[in-house]
């Protein structure tokens, strides 16, 4: 399934250029191009402003994969309307929103995010909620899309500071991703991790840092983060139950950031 009618990027040169300099100006055009892995969550839109801060053309991609907050991916639309209206430079480099149905990601997992079942720690000392292989099937589509769309950059949420412990979200994990993913593609894909080495609280700061106070109420408002799905409650950190643990990061991270401002104003 795909929200967006996409092709391929052109491969046609000026008439009259060589071969050198057609692959050069491909080439050149790819460096500029950024493909952003985006839910609809905290993480994702924080990792959309960053993109849209860097690079000249940007695409998003969302995964359906039967998650019970589905609800995230309804929040995205608003989102990018929003970064739009925060900065026109923004709104000129953001194009094509794709969504992929990975429906089979679902099918295989016996996990409290695709079943309605209680969040409880493993025995393995992981969550429920985690999906084996999620991140690394995530990236693997978006290399493949972002091959077909001309887009070298690959940006992702990902996380080992601040996070459920989930081991699809470590540097190492990325890292060993990105040259795998090169070496089967045959091409020079960077995976970009803005969020790797803070926390949540640092999370808002880079938003505030890029887009001022609007982008963060922007994301404050519109994203998405409760495992359950629950938008009927606007608490002061977002939307959400309060109780998983995806809500409970989020609340302590907002307290956070909420006193480092408070520390940061008295010191003025």
């Not at 690079?55 to 998003?60: I, K, L, P, S, Y």
């Not at 080992?160 to 070496?183: F, M, V, W």
């Amino acid at each position: 399934m795909t929200r967006a009618t996409t092709t391929g990027a052109s491969t046609k040169g000026t008439t009259g250029a060589s071969p050198a300099a057609t692959g050069g100006a491909h080439e050149a055009a790819r460096n500029k191009g950024a493909l952003v892995v985006f839910s609809g969550g905290q993480d994702s839109a924080t990792c959309l402003a960053w993109a849209l801060d860097r690079f000249e053309r940007v695409e998003t991609l969302g995964f359906d994969y039967g998650q019970r907050h589905v609800v995230e991916l309804a929040c995205r639309d608003a989102l990018r309307d929003g970064m739009g209206t925060i900065d026109p430079v923004w709104k000129a480099r953001l194009e094509e929103d794709h969504t992929l149905s990975l429906d089979a990601l679902g099918a295989v997992s016996d996990t409290a995010l695709t079943r309605e079942t209680e969040i409880t720690m493993s025995e393995s000392g992981l969550p429920s909620t985690f999906v084996p292989g999620r991140n690394l099937i995530f990236l693997t589509f978006a290399a493949a899309l972002a091959y077909r769309r001309g887009l070298r950059h690959i940006v992702t949420g990902v996380c080992e500071t601040d996070y459920s412990g989930y081991p699809d979200c470590r540097d190492d994990t990325i890292k060993s991703l990105q040259a795998t993913l090169n070496l089967g593609m045959e091409t020079r894909f960077v995976l970009h991790t803005p969020l790797m080495w803070i926390d949540k609280a640092r999370t808002w700061e880079l938003a505030r840092s890029l887009g001022g106070e609007a982008l963060v109420d922007l994301i404050n408002r519109d994203s998405h983060s409760c495992y359950l799905g629950q938008r009927g409650e606007l608490h002061p950190w977002g939307y959400g139950c309060g109780e998983c643990p995806a809500c409970k990061l989020r609340r302590a991270g907002w307290e956070q950031y909420q006193t480092l401002r408070a520390e940061s104003a008295g010191n003025v």
